[in-house]
């Protein structure tokens, strides 16, 4: 994902880490290899992040690499931990593959009162950088033929993208539930979104 997108993976993974330096307990939804769990450690020396992934072989990659990660092979909509026991829960660039509806309750229900979360993933961009976009995704797969590894990530993905209305119903719900301090914040030219909330 850092080549793919020029290195914005960096920057967005910097700001989701940010926004959870303060959290003692955290979980990483959708952690894949870990790469976003080592961000968070790396500014929160005294955090515990448990990493949650539906890809097993992801999570085997994590686990050779040796970080302190608490691991779970399991599904975002149905989280198998109690009530009320994560500071924090982040998902990054799980929220166009779930039902939002499913996965924001299940967020909500294992966080704390005052616990934050942070949405992120990528969104449709508007007016020029549309095509630009457009056609960014056609070399994409051109160098997926190349790369094998690549086509399973990126054959499908713009389709994906332009479906899913996952930022604007994630805000609907989050405002409907009355969270408190819920922000949108868009990067890279309207091509990702973070979004973050507190719940009371």
């Not at 979980?27 to 539906?54: H, P, R, W």
Request: with cysteine; hydrophobic share 45%; charged share 20%.
């Amino acid at each position: 994902v850092y080549a793919a997108t020029f290195g914005q993976d960096k920057v967005w993974k910097k700001q989701i880490a940010y926004n959870l330096k303060n959290s003692k307990i955290i979980l990483d939804l959708g952690c894949g290899t870990g790469i976003l769990s080592t961000a968070i450690q790396k500014v929160n020396n005294f955090g515990v992040v448990y990493g949650l992934d539906l890809n097993f072989k992801y999570l085997q990659v994590a686990l050779a690499k040796k970080i302190d990660l608490s691991i779970l092979n399991s599904n975002a909509e149905v989280l198998p931990f109690k009530d009320e026991v994560f500071d924090s829960v982040v998902a990054s660039y799980v929220p166009k593959y779930t039902h939002i509806n499913k996965m924001l309750n299940e967020c909500l229900r294992v966080l704390k009162q005052n616990g934050t979360l942070v949405l992120h993933d990528f969104t449709y961009p508007a007016g020029l950088i549309r095509v630009i976009w457009k056609s960014y995704f056609l070399l994409l797969k051109l160098v997926s033929n190349i790369i094998p590894s690549w086509k399973d990530v990126f054959m499908e993905l713009d389709y994906l993208i332009e479906e899913s209305k996952w930022l604007i119903e994630c805000m609907n719900i989050l405002n409907a539930k009355s969270m408190r301090f819920v922000t949108c914040t868009h990067y890279t030219l309207g091509t990702a979104a973070i979004v973050v909330a507190q719940k009371k």
